[in-house]
C-alpha cells in the first residue's frame, strides 16, 4: 500500500535522519488486484482485453470473476442453458471465458438458428436462416429455389423467381437479456454470383416490388406488435429491411417473438427475390 | 452483534476505571463486559473523550481528526468498528495520511450534509463538487482510492475509479504505461500469450 508505505518512511527518517528520501508516490501499478479490478469494470470488454497487456497486475485484475460478472447479461446461466445443450461448458469455466465463448456464433435449433452476445453490450443477437423459416411454396420449384452462396452466414439462401402470394413466417423462442431489440429481414433484389472472380448481379427475374409494399409484421409472447409496410429497393445489394422492435423487461423468461413478411396482393407477381435470414439486434 | 466483539477489541479498547484524558495507548488496560460499557455509558452521558455524536479518527502519521459520527459512517469499515464497540478512544488508520483523511472527510462531509438529490440544483451542485474533488494529482488520486477501498466508502471508490477509467479509455497499453510510469514486466512470450488470449474481443 503505497500510503501505509510513504508514512513508515516518513517516520524511519524523522527518528534516524540517517536516510532522508521522498515517499514513494502511489503509482497505477502498484495498486492490488482487487482495486485495478474495480477500476476495470468501468471500461468495456473490448478495453478491458486491450488493457490485459500492460502489465502482470492488469493482466490478472482483467481476469476477476467480479469484473466480467458485472458484464454477463443477468440471466446468462439461461442463456448457456438455451445455446449449449448438455454442459460443455462446465461449471469451473472463468466468467472471462463464458463471456468469450457466448460472444463467438454458436448455432442452435439445428444450425438453423446463430445465436451471440454483442461484445460491447452484453445483449443477444439472434440469426435466423432462411431454412429455419416457414416460406409459402418453398417446395414448389416453380417458385422458390436454394442456391449456395459466399454471401450469407449460412451455405445457402433461398431464391424466388416468381410468385402470387409472397408469405414468409417464422418464431423463435430465446431468453433475450433485458434491453430494446430491432428485427430485420436480410434481403436482395436480384441473383449474386461470380463471374471471372468478379461479383455479378443477375436481376432477370427482379419484378413487382413497386407496385404495392411489403408487410412486415412482429409479435411477442407478452403483447407487443409492431406493423411496418414499405417498398423493396436497393437492386443488386444484400439490405435490412426493419420489421419492428420489441422490449424485453423479465429476462428470467425465454421471449417469444413471432415475425412475418407478407405481399399477398394476388392481382400481380412478384420474384428475382433472395432471402437470406432474419437478424434479431440490440437497437 | 456480540459475536463480533472479541477478547483483542476489548483489550484495546476498553474503558479506564475512572475516565482520563487524554487517553494514552499505555495507560493499564482493563477488560469490560459490553453490558459494563453501555451501562457506564449511560451514566457518563457527559464523557469528553467520545460522546455519541463525535468520532476521533487518528491518522497514521498520528493528526487527530474530530468528525461528528454522522459523517464518519459513511465508511462501512469505521461503521462496522462503531458497533462493534472498538470506538471508545479513537479509531488508528494505519493506512492513511492524514493528507488523505483529510479529503475523505471533506468528501463525506459534503455527501452526508447534502440530501439525496431530490432537488436538481442539489444534486448539479454534488455533481460539480465531485469533478473538482477529483482534480488532483495521480498519486493522490490513487491514494484516495486505496483510502476508499480501505475504509470501503463505495460513491467515492465509483468515483475515483470511473475518474481512473476515464483516464485509461481510449489509451493502447503503451500509452498507459507512459501516462502512469508503469513498467512492462512481461517477457516477450508472456506479452504474445496475453494478446492470444484475448484476440477473440477484437475479431
Given at each position: 500500500m503505497g500510503s501505509g508505505?510513504?508514512?513508515?518512511?516518513?517516520?524511519?527518517?524523522?527518528?534516524t535522519s540517517s536516510v532522508s528520501s521522498i515517499p514513494p508516490e502511489s503509482n497505477l501499478g502498484d495498486l492490488p488486484e482487487s482495486v485495478v479490478g474495480s477500476v476495470l469494470v468501468y471500461l468495456n470488454p473490448q478495453e478491458i482485453c486491450r488493457v490485459a497487456s500492460v502489465n502482470q497486475a492488469f493482466r490478472r485484475a482483467s481476469t476477476a470473476e467480479f469484473v466480467w460478472e458485472s458484464k454477463l447479461p443477468k440471466n446468462y446461466e439461461l442463456v448457456l442453458s438455451r445455446v449449449f445443450d448438455c454442459n460443455e461448458l462446465g461449471l469451473n469455466c472463468c466468467k472471462k471465458d463464458i463471456y468469450a465463448r457466448l460472444c463467438a456464433p454458436n448455432s442452435i435449433d439445428g444450425g438453423t438458428k446463430k445465436v451471440w452476445l454483442d461484445k460491447g453490450t452484453g445483449k443477444a443477437c439472434v440469426l435466423i436462416s432462411s431454412s429455419g423459416l416457414a416460406i409459402t411454396g418453398i417446395d414448389d420449384r416453380r417458385y422458390w429455389s436454394w442456391i449456395s452462396t459466399e454471401e450469407s452466414r449460412f451455405r445457402s439462401v433461398a431464391y424466388l423467381q416468381q410468385i402470387w402470394w409472397f408469405e414468409v413466417d417464422g418464431e423463435v423462442e430465446f431468453p433475450f437479456p433485458c434491453g430494446t431489440y430491432t428485427l430485420y429481414f436480410r434481403l436482395q433484389l436480384g441473383r449474386s454470383g461470380r463471374r471471372f472472380g468478379r461479383r455479378v448481379c443477375n436481376s432477370d427475374h427482379v419484378h413487382g416490388w413497386d407496385i404495392k409494399p411489403v408487410k412486415f409484421q412482429l409479435s411477442t409472447s407478452d403483447g407487443q406488435k409492431a406493423i411496418t409496410q414499405c417498398y423493396l429497393t436497393n437492386l443488386g445489394k444484400w439490405h435490412l429491411y426493419q420489421a419492428g422492435d420489441f422490449v424485453v423487461e423479465d429476462s428470467k423468461v425465454p421471449m417469444k417473438v413471432k415475425f412475418s413478411m407478407t405481399q399477398i396482393d394476388c392481382t400481380h407477381t412478384k420474384g428475382g427475390l433472395c432471402l437470406d435470414s432474419v437478424l434479431i439486434r440490440p437497437k | 452483534m456480540l459475536k463480533n466483539l472479541n477478547s483483542k477489541?476489548?483489550?484495546?479498547?476498553?474503558?479506564?476505571?475512572?475516565?482520563?484524558?487524554?487517553?494514552?495507548?499505555?495507560?493499564?488496560?482493563?477488560?469490560?463486559?459490553?453490558?459494563?460499557?453501555?451501562?457506564?455509558?449511560?451514566?457518563?452521558?457527559?464523557?469528553?473523550?467520545?460522546?455519541?455524536?463525535t468520532i476521533v479518527l487518528r491518522s497514521s502519521d498520528g493528526e487527530t481528526f474530530e468528525v461528528d459520527e454522522a459523517v464518519a459512517v459513511e465508511s462501512q469499515t469505521i461503521k462496522h468498528m462503531i458497533e462493534d464497540g472498538c470506538a471508545d478512544t479513537s479509531i488508528p488508520l494505519p493506512n492513511v495520511t492524514s493528507k488523505i483523511l483529510s479529503k475523505v472527510i471533506e468528501y463525506c462531509k459534503k455527501h452526508v450534509e447534502t440530501p439525496n438529490a431530490d432537488e436538481k440544483v442539489a444534486e448539479e451542485d454534488l455533481k460539480s463538487f465531485d469533478a473538482d474533488f477529483v482534480k488532483v494529482d495521480q498519486s493522490t488520486l490513487f491514494d484516495l482510492i486505496l483510502a476508499a477501498n480501505y475504509l470501503n466508502i463505495k460513491s467515492l471508490l465509483d468515483l475515483t475509479c470511473q475518474t481512473v477509467a476515464d483516464m485509461i479509455k481510449g489509451k493502447t497499453p503503451e500509452e498507459i504505461r507512459k501516462t502512469f510510469n508503469i513498467k512492462n514486466d512481461f517477457t516477450p512470450e508472456e506479452e504474445e500469450e496475453v494478446r492470444r488470449e484475448n484476440a477473440w474481443a477484437f475479431e
Open positions: 508505505l510513504s508514512s513508515f518512511l516518513l517516520m524511519c527518517s524523522n527518528s | 477489541h476489548i483489550q484495546r479498547f476498553s474503558y479506564k476505571y475512572l475516565p482520563q484524558f487524554p487517553i494514552s495507548p499505555n495507560s493499564p488496560k482493563l477488560g469490560f463486559s459490553r453490558s459494563q460499557i453501555a451501562n457506564y455509558r449511560s451514566n457518563f452521558p457527559t464523557t469528553i473523550m467520545s460522546s455519541s455524536k
